[in-house]
């Protein structure tokens, strides 16, 4: 099966149907908290912002020990 074109009108073809749902929890956040939209979604932002960190530090990590025990089978060091 051919891999299709890049396409890059489709690259961001999800934001829309994920606009809708994100605007109502934030909209639900701030009408429980009581606290102002902007502020909830700032918040929502750098929690969302500090997760990416830490999970990007996580697959960095995985990332570089699968290519070391790689690189050490590779050239006998270790065997399976």
Same mark, same amino acid.
């Given at each position: 099966?051919?891999?299709?074109? %890049?396409?890059? #009108? $489709?690259? *961001? @073809?999800?934001?829309?149907?994920?606009?809708?749902?994100?605007? +109502?929890?934030?909209?639900?956040?701030?009408? #429980?908290?009581? *606290?102002?939209?902007?502020?909830?979604?700032?918040?929502?932002?750098?929690? @969302?912002? $500090?997760? %990416?960190? $830490? +999970?990007? $530090?996580?697959?960095?990590?995985?990332? *570089?020990?699968?290519? @070391? *025990?790689? %690189? @050490?089978?590779? %050239?006998?060091?270790? +065997?399976?």
């Amino acid at each position: 099966m051919p891999v299709p074109p %890049f396409d890059p #009108h $489709r690259v *961001l @073809a999800w934001a829309p149907l994920v606009g809708e749902p994100i605007r +109502t929890a934030l909209r639900w956040g701030s009408q #429980h908290t009581g *606290l102002p939209v902007m502020l909830v979604a700032g918040i929502a932002i750098v929690v @969302a912002w $500090r997760s %990416f960190k $830490r +999970t990007l $530090r996580f697959v960095i990590q995985v990332v *570089l020990a699968v290519a @070391a *025990l790689a %690189f @050490a089978t590779r %050239f006998g060091w270790i +065997t399976w």
